[in-house]
């Protein structure tokens, strides 16, 4: 259970008199800001984007999909979190901990930067799941059908 992030693509050797290098973007399809298309231009902000495309995947138990973004947007505006959900987990965790890091993943890969929290706002409330997850009195049950009320999204940060 150490994730880590590796294949940061092609790296270019730079001679010591140079001061900097050009080069293109080199990304998987589905990790990329989409504001990059646009701007040619990476932020702290773009970093959030792709770590919130990573946390989909993990949340989802899926391999990389582009389009696995727009199926959490889908699912998670109409209150379909179990769908979302690794069926690894066989049903089993705590929804508001579940309903938590959604919300955390959902405002990451927000279309546009502005609507992206910094990074260490996304630290803080993954915190917050952690302590759902383990402090939460209520019990872990099986979560198998249903809807649930979607999170208030509007604050995203």
């Known amino acids: 259970m150490n994730a880590k992030v590796a294949d940061f693509g092609p790296t270019k050797l730079l001679d010591c008199s140079k001061t900097h290098a050009s080069t293109s973007i080199k990304d998987t399809l589905g990790y990329l800001d989409p504001e990059y298309y646009g701007t040619s231009s990476l932020t702290e902000k ?3 984007c792709s770590f919130g495309v990573v946390f989909l995947e993990i949340k989802t138990g899926t391999p990389p999909s582009e389009n696995i973004v727009a199926l959490a947007r889908e699912l998670l505006s109409c209150g379909r979190i179990v769908e ?3 069926s690894s987990l066989c049903g089993f965790y705590k929804l508001s901990a579940a ?5 955390v993943a959902y405002i990451c ?3 546009k930067s502005i609507g992206r929290p910094m990074m260490r706002m996304v630290v803080k409330d993954l915190e917050e799941a952690v302590t759902l997850e383990f402090h ?3 019990r872990y049950e099986h979560i198998s059908t249903g809807t649930f009320d979607e999170p208030d999204m509007s604050s995203a940060r």
């Open 84 to 86: 979302l959900m690794d």
């Open 136 to 138: 939460d009195s209520t």
């Open 109 to 111: 890969v927000a279309p």
């Open 46 to 48: 773009s970093d959030v």
């Open 99 to 103: 309903w938590k890091v959604a919300e």
